[in-house]
């Protein structure tokens, strides 16, 4: 099986819009409510706990299947350059699903999932700022920022190998492009908070 093969199923199952799934199982369209994201804090937000974290976990989940199966299935070949370039196939069908008409999400949840494979102990490193900002500040998209930023920094006190450094910083700018809005907003001071 050759490498090209397992970006396209990376991209396949990073496409998949778990978000809109769960909220039409709830007779909602997550794209018209709320922020209008198909992501796990807009879910938290319109359909509650529950379904934000079934939603968190499906868009994990995904990112990290992409990696396993290319692991798994490329054996020797599956070097760290290509499970870069499946890790970044998975981001990219979640940010610009072809389900959705190359339009989704913001890609937290399922970078979260590519580094959690990728290198655990600097992602949850990231991830415990992430919990922090938000449980201060209630302020999802800042967490997801800050969290994005420091991402390469924790790679490589890590000792992460350089190229998933690299990927990190790339993943991170990618996270900040998506939020722009949420920038805007945050400066405003009208942001949505993850919780009232």
Known sequence: MTLALFIGIAYLLGSIPFGLLVSRCKGIDLRKEGSGNIGAANAIRTLGFGCGLLVLLGDMLKSMSALFLAEHFLGATATPLALVLVGLAAIM??????????????????????????????????????????????????????????????????????????????????IVYKHRGNVVRLWSGKENRLVR
């Open 93 to 174: 069908g979640h940010n610009y699903s072809i389900f959705l008409g190359f339009k989704g999400g913001k890609g937290v949840a399922a970078t979260l999932g590519v580094f959690l494979f990728l290198a655990w102990k600097a992602t949850v490193a990231a991830f415990a700022v992430w919990l922090v900002v938000v449980a201060i500040t209630r302020y999802a998209s800042l967490g997801s920022i800050l969290s994005a930023i420091l991402l390469p920094f924790s790679m490589i006190y890590f000792h992460a190998p350089v190229i998933y450094v690299d990927f990190a910083a790339a993943a991170a700018l990618l």
